[in-house]
């Protein structure tokens, strides 16, 4: 089993920015992407970013690549979204999510292991 904790989470204004945790434990050493996905009331839960932990590049939800930024720490374990230029239509829970999978992927049935999620409200 992979425990995920977020923190970060809180109110920002418009063009503002946060910045989330996640922290891994347990069973981590078959977790090859980890990620984040956001879930806004009355949507699906979308992709917003995902790193590998065996190399390549971040990926990101095209709109959101030019504002947000996913960085891993190897050595405690655990991956950022840093958050800038925030607008209202970014409110919405964020998830951090761990995949057994060797190769890139955004799709949420891919990723096995799912944080608690951390509320992100942007007001206007």
């Known amino acids: 089993q992979v425990q995920l904790v977020e923190s970060g989470g809180g109110l920002a204004q418009a063009g503002g920015s946060l910045r989330l945790s996640c922290e891994a434990s347990?069973?981590?050493?078959?977790?090859?992407?980890r990620g984040w996905f956001r879930q806004a009331p009355g949507k699906e839960r979308e992709f917003v970013a995902g790193?590998?932990?065996?190399?390549?590049?971040?990926y990101y939800l095209d709109s959101l690549k030019y504002r947000f930024i996913i960085s891993r720490d190897n050595a405690k374990n655990a991956i950022y979204l840093q958050m800038n230029g925030l607008k209202p239509e970014d409110t919405a829970v964020y998830y951090c999510?761990?995949?057994?999978?060797?190769?890139?992927?955004?799709?949420?049935?891919?990723?096995?292991?799912w944080g608690q999620g951390t509320q992100v409200t942007v007001s206007s």
């Open positions: 999510a761990a995949s057994r999978s060797r190769v890139i992927i955004s799709e949420a049935e891919a990723y096995t292991y």
């Open positions: 347990g069973e981590t050493s078959t977790i090859y992407q």
């Open positions: 790193i590998s932990w065996i190399g390549g590049a971040p």
